[in-house]
T-cell receptor
Framework: GAGVSQTPSNKVTEKGKYVELRCDPI?????LYWYRQSLGQGPEFLIY????????DSGLPNDRFFAVRPEGSVSTLKIQRTERGDSAVYLC????????????FGQGTRLTVV | AQSVTQLGSHVSVSEGALVLLRCNYS??????LFWYVQYPNQGLQLLLK??????LVKGINGFEAEFKKSETSFHLTKPSAHMSDAAEYFC???????????FGQGTELSVKP
């Protein structure tokens, strides 16, 4: 596609529920990144993929968070047993490769846990 | 570990005035530095980047930034603010062990008529 696409744009869920957030990167981009942006803060790194494998998952806050990219294109961020503190905007970005300097961001998914 | 500090969470200028947004970084290796802009309810858009070469970098919408190694700074400037410049601005450094970006806390720019 023309840009990075994230769905849904907004998600409201109840505490304790499971959610999936989807990211469609720019076609041909091998590197894909997930960030979380809390209100009034800068984006914080969660995980990045080079191809199908997670090259760095050091930013995932705990084992409730998991991400996959099975075919090296679309990625899904999965959050189990959601907590109110998980409420944030989740941003996805992609670049031609990890070495390539420019990452393109999607518009984000705003997750609200009530 | 690399880090980014943006001085001033909120900056307000008059239309036509100089814009100066401050960014200092910490890095043990030559950094790759970026400025992104975020308009309300939108994703991040790259304004400009420094990788190697010329230390004065020009970006979109009339913005520029100067990499000063001695001061570990990468401040963003624009000679004359426009109302449409009102947004959140983020400075970032690229992690030297991978592709991730490390962001500052952001600076909200307001432009008064």
């Amino acid at each position: 596609g023309a840009g990075v696409s994230q769905t849904p744009s907004n998600k409201v869920t109840e505490k304790g529920k499971y959610v999936e957030l989807r990211c469609d990167p720019i076609s041909g981009h091998t590197a894909l990144y997930w960030y979380r942006q809390s209100l009034g803060q800068g984006p914080e790194f969660l995980i990045y993929f080079q191809g199908t494998g997670a090259a760095d998952d050091s930013g995932l806050p705990n084992d409730r968070f998991f991400a996959v990219r099975p075919e090296g294109s679309v990625s899904t961020l999965k959050i189990q047993r959601t907590e109110r503190g998980d409420s944030a905007v989740y941003l996805c970005a992609s670049s031609l490769s990890a070495a390539n300097t420019e990452a393109f961001f999607g518009q984000g998914t705003r997750l609200t846990v009530v | 570990a690399q880090s980014v500090t943006q001085l001033g969470s909120h900056v307000s200028v008059s239309e036509g005035a100089l814009v100066l947004l401050r960014c200092n970084y910490s890095s043990s290796v030559p950094p790759y530095l970026f400025w992104y802009v975020q308009y309300p309810n939108q994703g991040l858009q790259l304004l400009l980047k420094y990788t190697t070469g010329a230390t004065l970098v020009k970006g979109i919408n009339g913005f520029e930034a100067e990499f000063k190694k001695s001061e570990t700074s990468f401040h963003l400037t624009k000679p004359s603010a426009h109302m449409s410049d009102a947004a959140e601005y983020f400075c970032a450094v690229k992690d030297n062990q991978g592709g991730k970006l490390i962001f500052g806390q952001g600076t909200e720019l307001s432009v008064k008529p």
